[in-house]
């Protein structure tokens, strides 16, 4: 495919939901493929839904899931400015374009006789849409002469400029994911173009930034499909070749119907955001997955599965592999079911791979305190072996507490059930034995305890749970005996004496 230009185009309402980070990533995703450039385009023109702090956590959300835009605001400004609010003077000449060759008419209806009619459509029991048949007898410049037309602009009577729908026209539209889609324009309404404020509306302000920006590829959220007729009118209006649409399915709640959204991850406990977002209105926190501790890459392998699949049983990706395997074709047309959980295994997963060396900066950061002392060989062996049980980084410390300090309490339910009276005299001699062994590794100590064990005729468990419950404190961790080597011969016989003191 010859020059891929795809863009992610998010207005700037609130903090960027996860579907919109889908869609940023495919968009992202396809232009790797084909060695594109991936643009971010801000669509800023409804004032009255902007908010002020939206745009950097846009761009501070992709840059946290390494899918940085090639170009947009600030950036490789090839074919900027990449903020509609500061395009507005282009887009007024071709919705005027649009009116001298009668594709689109003034409408200078007010809102007050439009609500007439709506009431009055409403109170027959049906719809009042302004369309290619309502227009003919509406305030507008398809009924009004050419000096009544001036003599409203002249006065400066609020307008606004409206598509001129064609009437009975069969479009066959074409879908990357959904093949091809065929509308009779008759359903369709007259819709607005530019308004009264002097600001385009959406529809021709994107058409014309895509067509400006020489897009290829419109990747985008299947909520915009409705919007498809009319783009491709717009296209056809205005004499240009249209990109290639592709409409990305829906991101479901976790049963399976209806869209995902903040509510549910409230419900269930869930971020639906990247990134923590401040409600500068309410200063409300919504949670983002990056605070909540889960990798960046992980989040993004989870997000590449909605929707898309590989062909194969394969589930983790890195993003460089997703950007070779990535095809549009593979999109699925049905909704993608969220699921909580599988998106913690895929973070377990990462736990797993991630560089050991990122786990341990990342556990060292988060509890620099309790391992002052220990050296990083030290704590690498220990995350060694206990990140597997981890789903986060805050998980590692529970798991693995004992490494760092002595018991200070041992577990009640534990100690009762295990802790019988002939325990400590018999934690006493593993203790000797454990004294005497000069060659201090797990698998020689194992060995000697066991030794000790089968020639006493003694139970196993009768053994290593409360010797167990004496070195960590409660029955969790990993091979008792590779704990023992790691904490030293000096702090495991501490250990012991300790537990006899409190629990004997
Ligand atoms: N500004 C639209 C949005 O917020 C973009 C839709 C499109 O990609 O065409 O989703």
């Not at 602009?153 to 959904?178: C, H, N, S, W």
């Not at 783009?231 to 004499?239: D, I, N």
């Not at 995902?260 to 269930?268: C, E």
Request: net charge negative.
């Amino acid at each position: 495919m010859e020059n891929v230009r795809v863009r992610f185009a998010p207005s700037p309402t609130g903090p960027l939901h996860i579907g919109g980070v889908r869609t940023a990533l495919f968009n992202y995703l396809f232009a790797k493929k084909h060695n594109g450039t991936f643009v971010l385009r801000i669509e800023d023109t409804d004032q009255t839904r902007y908010v002020a702090n939206a745009e950097s956590y846009i761009t501070e959300s992709l840059e946290w899931c390494g899918i940085p835009f090639d170009e947009g605001p600030g950036k490789n400004e090839k074919f900027g400015p990449y903020r509609q609010s500061e395009r507005k003077e282009i887009y007024k000449k071709y919705a005027d374009a649009l009116v001298a060759s009668n594709q689109a008419y003034y409408a200078f209806d007010t809102s007050e006789e439009l609500d007439i009619l709506r009431n009055q459509a409403e109170a027959n029991k049906t719809v009042f849409v302004y369309n290619n048949v309502s227009r003919e007898t509406l305030n507008n410049s398809i009924n009004l002469t050419k000096q009544e037309v001036e003599a409203k602009l002249a006065a400066g009577e609020k307008y606004v400029i409206r598509f001129k729908t064609p009437k009975d026209q069969k479009l066959i539209l074409d879908d990357m994911i959904r093949g091809e889609i065929i509308i009779d324009t008759n359903t369709l309404d007259d819709k607005i173009l530019f308004k009264s404020d002097g600001m385009p509306t959406y529809h021709l302000a994107n058409i014309v930034d895509d067509h400006l920006m020489e897009i290829s590829h419109v990747i985008r959220g299947e909520e915009w499909l409705p919007s498809l007729p009319l783009h491709s009118l717009l296209y056809e209006a205005f004499g240009w070749i249209a990109p290639k649409f592709a409409h990305l399915p829906l991101i479901l709640k976790p049963v399976g119907k209806g869209k995902l959204s903040k509510r549910d991850g409230d419900k269930l406990g869930f971020p639906v955001f990247p990134l923590n977002y401040t409600n500068q209105e309410t200063s409300e926190v919504s949670k983002g997955y990056k605070e909540e501790g889960y990798f960046n890459d992980a989040f993004i392998n989870m997000l590449a599965l909605l929707g898309w699949n590989p062909g194969t049983e394969q589930e983790i990706f890195s993003l460089e592999e997703l950007c070779k395997e990535f095809s549009i074709e593979r999109v699925s047309k049905s909704g993608a079911k969220f699921s909580p959980d599988k998106t913690k295994w895929f973070n377990q997963q990462y736990m797993m791979s991630t560089d050991i060396s990122k786990i341990v900066a990342e556990f060292k950061a988060l509890n620099s305190e309790a391992v002052t002392g220990f050296d990083d060989v030290y704590i690498t062996k220990v995350i060694e072996a206990v990140r597997e049980r981890a789903i986060f980084s805050k998980d590692l410390w529970e798991l693995s507490d004992y490494y760092f300090a002595n018991p200070t309490s041992y577990d009640q339910k534990a100690a009762k059930k295990q802790w019988k009276e002939t325990t400590s005299p018999l934690i006493k001699e593993v203790a000797n034995v454990i004294k005497n062994i000069e060659d201090f590794n797990s698998a020689t100590i194992e060995e000697k305890v066991k030794e000790y064990i089968t020639s006493n005729e003694l139970g196993f468990g009768k053994v290593m749970q409360p010797l167990r419950l004496s070195i960590v404190g409660a029955m969790k961790g990993p091979h008792l005996f590779d704990i023992i080597e790691m904490i030293g011969k000096e702090n495991t016989l501490e250990r012991i004496e300790n537990s006899i003191k409190k629990l004997g």
